[in-house]
């Protein structure tokens, strides 16, 4: 019997975003930028997303690298963030960034707020 | 000896109710819940969560406002009111630690910080048409063209706020005092004649003057349009938790029930809060909060489906002694 090991939860960032974060950075002219990603509450159903071209973490922030862009996550949304895979959707019919979020339980109608 | 008494007690009662529709009573509203409010988020961060627009309040203006959940029911009214460094927030009697917790819950990077003072200080309202008289002779404060929520500091007892709510839809002013201050502030009403009205005066004028109260209305099983709040709901501010159901139900006109005020002859039976109530034998919707008699009438409030909520029209009630026929008068938010 295979047996599979749990895989502990963190964020992760596919390489589309992480190649569209260091175009938009040099563009905003901040390039080298990491992101701050975060949960604020808001919205319709509780809870927004939130994403900053950021330099340096906060003391507390989690730290997460990949694709060659830190993540900088506070203590708190990453309770409700663990397991996020951020994804960026360009072209005509983009969507821009998206939080694939394995908890949220609900969204609103226009997709940018989210309940646990 | 025992229906004496009790007559006694109903006609002073009839009494106080009658000083705060004419004239100004003073009730201890002690009981309302006061959150101090500090940071520099704290007005979006609120902003975020209920449903008024707070971008609107300046340093001296503040507002009513609703918190909701995600499915668009009511968590509390509050009014939010500017102090110096601070916002006041009033919550429904014991709801503090619940809007605190609430606060706290949405509360990730940002400075806000939520100080409950309830016990540190204590809140008395002035009632009635001649309140502001009152307060004038009283404490010497003109407060003729006092806006609502707008506070204004009373240095002769320590900087104590008072600020007009008009919370029993009558003109009501909320004087908040230091709770060593309290028998001091009820002194300088009582020299001037504006008596005490009893708990039970108080709750049977909101009853009377179609407030809902955290008690039977203003609960997760209602929405703000449900309860009358309108005047406390911005329909074109930023989005707030809730809004996406409140905004539909506008928008489409799917209010299903509105809260009504009630009245019934005192000859009938008492029915009870909770009870169901039928038009033609169909469930129409429920009570919620029933007053004491007062003059041969008897006064309630109630959720009632939109089909049957015109004034005049009769509703049944179930009661332990029998059917009490009560009257639709009017809606809750209109007056």
Redesign the interface.
């Given at each position: 019997m295979n047996k599979t090991m749990p895989q502990p939860l963190t964020i992760t960032i596919t390489e589309d975003a992480a190649d569209y974060i260091k175009v938009f950075s040099e563009q905003a002219g901040k390039p080298g930028s990491n992101l701050r990603v975060?949960?604020?509450?808001?919205?319709?159903?509780?809870?927004?997303y939130t994403l900053d071209l950021v330099e340096e973490p906060?003391d507390d922030d989690k730290v997460i690298e990949e694709h060659g862009i830190e993540l900088y996550v506070?203590r708190?949304?990453y309770i409700f963030l663990a397991g996020t895979s951020l994804e960026y959707s360009g072209g005509l019919n983009g969507k821009g960034f998206v939080f694939n979020n394995p908890n949220a339980k609900?969204t609103?109608?226009c997709g940018?707020?989210f309940?646990v | 000896m025992a229906l004496a008494e009790s007559k006694n007690s109903r006609l002073i009662q009839i009494s106080e109710l009658e000083s705060a529709t004419l004239h100004a009573a003073l009730i201890d509203r002690s009981d309302v819940g006061r959150l101090r409010v500090s940071g520099d988020d704290a007005a979006d961060l609120l902003n975020r969560l209920s449903t008024n627009n707070l971008e609107h309040l300046t340093p001296t203006q503040g507002m009513g406002t609703v918190l909701t959940n995600n499915k668009g029911r009511i968590i509390d009214l509050l009014s939010v009111i500017p102090l110096a460094n601070s916002l006041l927030i009033l919550t429904s009697p014991g709801r503090q630690q619940q809007v605190a917790d609430w606060i706290e819950f949405y509360t990730f990077v940002e400075d806000v910080t939520s100080n409950d003072i309830t016990d540190d200080t204590a809140m008395i309202a002035i009632v009635g048409p001649k309140s502001a008289e009152a307060v004038q002779k009283a404490l010497g404060i003109d407060v003729d063209d006092l806006e609502l929520y707008a506070p204004i500091m009373v240095d002769s007892f320590d900087g104590a706020s008072l600020v007009r709510t008009d919370h029993f839809n009558l003109p009501t002013f909320e004087f908040i005092v230091s709770t060593e201050k309290k028998d001091k502030a009820i002194s300088a009403f009582d020299q001037h004649n504006v008596a005490q009205a009893s708990s039970s005066t108080a709750e049977n004028l909101r009853i009377s003057m179609a407030v809902p109260s955290a008690t039977g209305e203003l609960t997760e099983d209602f929405n703000p349009l449900e309860a009358g709040l309108r005047p406390h709901i911005s329909f074109n501010k930023i989005c707030y938790i809730g809004q996406e159901v409140v905004s539909r139900l506008n928008a489409y006109e799917k209010v299903q029930k509105h809260l009504v005020k009630l009245e019934w002859k005192t000859e009938d039976a008492v029915p009870a809060p909770g009870t169901p109530l039928t038009v033609d034998g169909k469930n129409v919707g429920q009570l919620t909060s029933v007053g004491d008699a007062d003059n041969g009438l008897g006064y309630a409030l109630g959720y009632v489906r939109k089909a049957n909520v015109e004034t005049g029209t009769s509703i049944l009630a179930q009661s332990e002694d029998g059917e009490v026929a009560l009257t639709v008068t009017g809606l809750s938010g209109q007056g």
């Open positions: 975060g949960v604020k509450g808001g919205g319709c159903s509780g809870m927004t906060f506070d708190k949304s609900t609103c109608g940018t707020s309940s | -």
